[in-house]
């Protein structure tokens, strides 16, 4: 089964960087994409980004578009979210996930998630 564990979040500052790293186990042979989903407090999850294995095609959300980066290592199983220009509404706790999909986009795709990172932007 796969296992997929977040790490890097806590609080920052707006306009500051955050950069949240993510390790798969346990089967990660049969991971294709990978994304970056977020949750905000009273809101429903939303998606990030995401990456397909190779790493030849990113899908961004509006949000990301131009502040945040996705890399991914398969050598290692690890997928990163960069995040720069933070804002306060982009805090949230962020879910890394897995989809045995070669592209996926939305947390519909996805068959594999972690428990998740907290983040905080203060103002």
């Known amino acids: 089964q796969v296992q997929l564990v977040e790490s890097g979040g806590g609080l920052v500052q707006a306009g500051g960087s955050l950069r949240l790293s993510c390790a798969a186990s346990g089967g990660a042979y049969s991971i294709n994409a990978m994304g970056w989903f977020r949750q905000a407090p009273g809101k429903e999850r939303e998606t990030v980004i995401t990456?397909?294995?190779?790493?030849?095609?990113?899908y961004y959300a509006d949000s990301a578009k131009g502040r945040f980066t996705i890399s991914r290592d398969n050598a290692k199983n690890t997928v990163d979210l960069q995040m720069n220009s933070l804002k306060p509404e982009d805090t949230a706790v962020y879910y890394c996930?897995?989809?045995?999909?070669?592209?996926?986009?939305?947390?519909?795709?996805?068959?594999?998630w972690g428990k998740g990172t907290l983040v905080t932007v203060s103002s």
């Open positions: 990456v397909t294995k190779s790493g030849s095609s990113t």
């Open positions: 996930a897995a989809s045995r999909q070669t592209f996926a986009t939305s947390q519909t795709h996805m068959h594999y």
